[in-house]
């Protein structure tokens, strides 16, 4: 048994948790959504300070919900990358006070490791190989879990993240941001067959299509420019908004559901574990749901709040690498950028 407190700060969630083996014993997360609303997407700056302003707040929350003594702690979990520079150094200075005063061991955790991991929370029974479908606003990856530590990504989106094409079209429909689920929403009202959109194929230069990249920049544009002829046509009727959004979601939803269970039917796997903000999107549900019906592959959707950026999932990962002796050095660094297969190069 290892208990882990962990802290994740890598873009505009200031989160603590603490993490019993699989089970979280408290998850703390302080969003700052509302901030950033007013600029319509995270500002690095802003997202640093305010993290400063929280992190003490949400360290004792975490330690209050749990109701745990800090002998009872065995080791300290961070976000180190990938991430936005300033917002990531608050959280690993803080884990690194922690780790020199309580005297524990630090353990530098990679975000995406973490997206994994949330799996893991849901169905602790859960052991790989299996294929995670990352969808955030970050990241758009099919990742083939072999072991803890020992990561293939195998399709990735070229351009836009998913997440990041729900708020660029959102913006473009006029829904605040964060777009994804504002889309979600008006798309209930609207007819997904509206709109004929593309599903971001990645050409191969010897012919054929790459069979699980994607490209979201060239859908978002489709849209803008379906927008734009709506608006010479007709200049005075108002856009038809949900039809617009319910046929983009259809695009990503189809996009997505289908390179994922070629990617899990290529590579023999039987489990698909789908994680990130956008794994929240009712559509993606439905028909990656619909999707596996009658292949035999289980389809596993974390709870939201373990879905989007939490403390829990990265104190999940900590606690694995712990147990495994992989210890980070107190020189641990923070990096906006490290590939998922160098994830070893964090322990010493
Ligand atoms: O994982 P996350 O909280 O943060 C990152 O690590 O990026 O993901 C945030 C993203 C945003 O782009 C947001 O618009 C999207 O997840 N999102 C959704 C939904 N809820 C959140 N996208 C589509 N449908 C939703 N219901
Ligand atoms: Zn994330």
Known sequence: MSTVLAIETSCDETAVAI??????LSSIVASQIETHRLYGGVVPEVAS??????????????????????????????????????????????????AAIHD?????????????????????????PFLCLLVSGGHTSLIHVRDCGNYEIVGQTCD?????????????????????????????????KAFKFPEGRIKLPGGGFHPYDSSFSGLKTAVRRTIE???????????????????????????????ALRCAEDLGLTKIAVGGGVAANSRLRSRLQ???????????????????????????AAVEHLQRGQVSPMTLSVRSRLALSDVGSLYA
């Open 19 to 24: 993490v019993k083996n699989r089970e979280v």
């Open 49 to 98: 300070r305010q993290h400063l302003g929280s992190i003490g707040a949400a360290i004792e929350a975490a330690i209050g919900e749990a109701a745990i003594a800090w002998d009872a702690i065995d080791g300290i979990g961070v976000t180190c990358t990938p991430g936005l520079v300033g917002a990531l150094m608050v959280g690993v200075s803080a884990a690194k006070t922690l």
């Open 104 to 128: 524990k061991p630090l353990l530098g955790v990679h975000h995406l490791e973490g997206h994994i991991y949330a799996s893991y929370l849901a169905e602790p029974d859960l052991e790989p």
């Open 160 to 192: 836009d993240a998913a997440g990041e094409a729900f708020d660029k079209v959102a913006r473009l429909l006029g829904l605040a941001y964060p777009g994804g689920p504002a889309i979600d929403r008006v798309a209930r009202e609207g007819n997904p």
């Open 229 to 259: 002829r709506l608006q010479e046509e007709k200049p005075d009727a108002p856009l038809p908004v949900a039809d617009l959004a319910a046929s983009f979601q259809e695009a990503v939803a189809r996009a997505l559901t289908k390179r």
């Open 290 to 316: 619909e999707g596996v019906a009658e292949t035999g592959i289980d389809v596993l959707f974390p709870p939201l709040k373990f879905c989007t950026d939490n403390a829990a999932m990265i104190g999940c």
